[in-house]
């Protein structure tokens, strides 16, 4: 049977008794499982054109229905609907309830959508810091993390940035990364430590210094070594070659990667370098290698996360995607 919405949305209908119910007293209307439950069948009523089409509809009696219209008119506060003889009518305010209650229903249904959506969906943000000059290591897998980490939650927001050591640690300690990549030289109790692999560092000197041979690859004793202006690379300086090489005598320092090159190239110093990020500057014929195995430098890097923070899905996917095991992330 077809509803009289349309009629009735156009006309006042005073005789419906809008009067007798309605009210306006600023009360904030909320609304409560049974209020949603009385929607529905008034939703029904009105598009079956009338309750007892609706009755066969719900397959309640039609005594219920019109209960349940009775009671959401309480609850509104005001007089949706005439039944009587002359039939099903919907008052101004029942056009006005129906078609709040189409917009209501279709704003549900577009929230469980989007929850059911969402449901296998990881939401959220993760800042990462990685220290700085490591991209060219082949060894290290944080570029395939963080793709691989996109292609399984591509609504969470990547936050990459490089940075030196120090600024790691204090960025995890202060909240402002969520975890970071580096070199270790030293555990400290704030954090957790995941080994992802190790850095090759090795000597180097420059085209301009006494030491680099055009001919053949540069095989140098360490006491030659021990004879040259070492640079402090504060932190590769290798805890194991220390007793080899007074490198904490010099007064050459540096603590980035980038200023070690700066001073190799100078042709006054020779010092530490990451194979990787040294591999360019040889291939240009800069730079060269003093080869001299007992002075080879493997610097481990590691995912660091706040120690006592809760591990997030977010960043277990990350961490799966760094090939750390489910057993490492358990021991927590």
Known sequence: MESKVSHYGNMAN?????SAMNRND???LSLNNIDLKLLRVFKCVVEAGGMTAASHELNIGLAAISKQVSDLEIR???????????GFELTEYGVNVYQATLELFVSLNTFRERVHSSRNEVLG?????????TISDTQSPVTKAVQQLHQNAPKVNIRLQTSQLEDIERGISEGRYHCGIGPVYEKKEAFEYFILYHEISKIYCSSSHQLFNEEEKNNVSIDIIKQQKMINHMYVS?????SLLPVHDTKIQAVQVESVAMLILTGHFIGYLPEHYAQSYIDRGLLQELSNE??????PFYLMLKKGKKINPIINLFMQALSISESAVASL
């Not at 005001?78 to 039944?83: A, V």
């Not at 943000?125 to 000059?133: E, L, T």
């Not at 290798?238 to 220390?242: A, E, K, P, Y």
Request: aromatic share 0%.
């Open 14 to 18: 005073p005789g419906n008794g809008n």
């Open 26 to 28: 600023g009360t904030t």
């Open 76 to 86: 509104l506060g005001m007089t949706l609907c005439s039944r009587g003889r002359e």
């Open 125 to 133: 943000d993760i800042a990462i810091s990685v220290v700085d000059n």
């Open 238 to 242: 290798h805890r194991d070659s220390s």
């Open 294 to 299: 007992k002075l080879v430098a493997k610097t």
